[in-house]
Nanobody
Framework: QVQLVESGGGLVQTGDSLRVSCAAS????????MAWFRQAPGKEREFVAA????????YYADPVKGRFTISRDNAKNTVHLQMSSLKPEDTAVYYC?????????????????WGQGTQVTVSS
């Protein structure tokens, strides 16, 4: 059974840094695109960042460009999201997602596997 498990969320202050991680099990994702999405209270789930199978190709949503960095370790079947200069508007549940193919996309409905999410709260 495929599982994606996020970790590393928490409560931080404006301007702080935080890294959230996602551990995949049940199959190897070394040839699959992976991504992070987030959902704030009362809002729709939105794309944050995505990474290609070998870590070379990355995409970011405009609000996080220059502040967030997505990376992956295929040997450990993990993907990370390093967040810096955090703002209160970054407060959300952050979800890890994986495709079954290598093509990167920003569309949530094209990701087959999802984690349960980790809460990130940024206080002002």
């Amino acid at each position: 059974q495929v599982q994606l498990v996020e970790s590393g969320g928490g409560l931080v202050q404006t301007g702080d840094s935080l890294r959230v991680s996602c551990a995949a099990s049940g199959r190897a994702f070394g040839n699959a695109a992976m991504a992070w999405f987030r959902q704030a209270p009362g809002k729709e789930r939105e794309f944050v960042a995505a990474i290609g199978w070998n870590g070379v190709l990355t995409y970011y949503a405009d609000p996080v460009k220059g502040r967030f960095t997505i990376s992956r370790d295929n040997a450990k079947n993990t993907v990370h999201l390093q967040m810096s200069s955090l703002k209160p508007e970054d407060t959300a549940v952050y979800y890890c997602a994986a495709r079954t193919i290598a093509i990167v996309t920003k569309r949530a409905n094209e990701y087959a596997y999802w984690g349960q999410g980790t809460q990130v709260t940024v206080s002002s």
